[in-house]
């Protein structure tokens, strides 16, 4: 076992400091055990994450339905601030094509930059879209509906008149999967909700888009100890899993894990509850192709791996380092 703050320091150095923020990507899965305090984890990370520049994303599976990809997806972006990161990715673009921009916090227009350099809206315009189709609509690494919503973002970030805004609200309501009617997004050619089947794409060109925001990357923080819970309790209204619901999720970990060759500048963390490691119907035995990709074979019991896929947290570990300090 290892002591949590050790573990979370190991966490920070050799993945968010380097390897993630250079293109890398991984995902560990954490059981918290005698007296590690999952609340004091997931503010660990957090404040970690945010020192390292990187956008922080927590799901809780009491809250949003994690076995299901799209779920997932949407309850990230909607807690990622799209229009900041639009704002950043225009202000480096009109960077690029050499123009002096307003200072940080004032409106970024077409007009305004054309009016501060003493150049032409109308060529600046041109130059500008030429940058984004450059820089967004060629980054093949980018799914294509994905790519379309960023422009569409981008634009209204620039040039605020209806059309832009209308194109703004739609995009943000499709990212979160509040959009009613996909007609809404007819005029930005963007056909198709996010659902099961697009998910996963978003998601990893969500991680590709986040790097040229000026972001480290993502470090996405999933609690799934609510898998944990057999029965449905009373008057409880949030999110119950039913077994068939819990292999589910792990089956979308699965797929993390097997698709870390394809997200990029992303940690995933996983929080699991100690029945993870011993619950022969609801932990991980239960899912043999999860296991396979987590588990150790072959564990030394007195020295724990802190790079292994799956670790186990316990506060004891802490006063064993502390005694042999001593």
Request: glycine share 6%.
């Amino acid at each position: 076992m290892i002591c949590p703050s050790d573990y979370l320091e190991f966490v920070r150095q050799e993945y968010l400091a380097d390897f993630i923020p250079g293109g890398g990507a991984s995902v560990k899965i954490a059981v918290p055990l005698e007296g590690a305090s999952p609340v004091a984890l997931h503010s660990s990370l957090r404040q970690a994450a945010s020192e390292e520049g990187f956008t922080y994303v927590f799901v809780d599976a009491s809250e949003a339905r994690l076995h299901m990809i799209d779920k997932v997806f949407h309850e990230i972006a909607r807690q990622i601030d799209w229009d900041a990161q639009a704002r950043r990715f225009c202000r480096e673009a009109l960077g690029r094509l050499r123009f002096r921009l307003p200072p940080d916090g004032s409106q970024l227009t077409l007009g305004a930059v054309a009016e501060l350099n003493g150049f032409d809206s109308g060529e600046l315009r041109i130059a500008f879209e030429r940058e984004l189709q450059e820089r967004i609509l060629r980054d093949y690494d980018l799914a294509q509906e994905f790519r379309i919503a960023m422009i569409r973002l981008c634009l209204a970030q620039v040039d605020p008149t209806d059309y832009t805004r209308a194109d703004r609200e739609a995009v943000l309501a499709w990212l979160k999967g509040e959009l009613r009617l996909i007609s809404a997004l007819k005029q930005a050619t963007i056909f198709q909700k996010i659902a099961r089947h697009n998910a996963r794409h978003m998601l990893v060109s969500l991680t590709r888009w986040l790097p040229k925001t000026g972001s480290a990357g993502l470090v996405l923080d999933l609690d799934i100890r609510r898998c944990a819970v057999p029965r449905r309790p009373p008057d409880d209204a949030s999110v119950y899993y039913s077994k068939a619901a819990t292999l589910d999720l792990y089956e979308v970990l699965r797929q993390l894990i097997d698709g870390t060759d394809e997200l990029s500048s992303c940690f995933v963390f996983v929080l699991a509850a100690p029945e993870f490691l011993s619950d022969p119907g609801r932990g991980i035995d239960a899912y043999t192709a999860l296991k396979m990709r987590v588990w150790d074979e072959v564990r030394d019991r007195r020295r724990a791996n802190p790079l292994a896929a799956l670790v186990r947290l316990s506060e004891a570990a802490c006063d064993e380092v502390t005694g042999d300090d001593r």
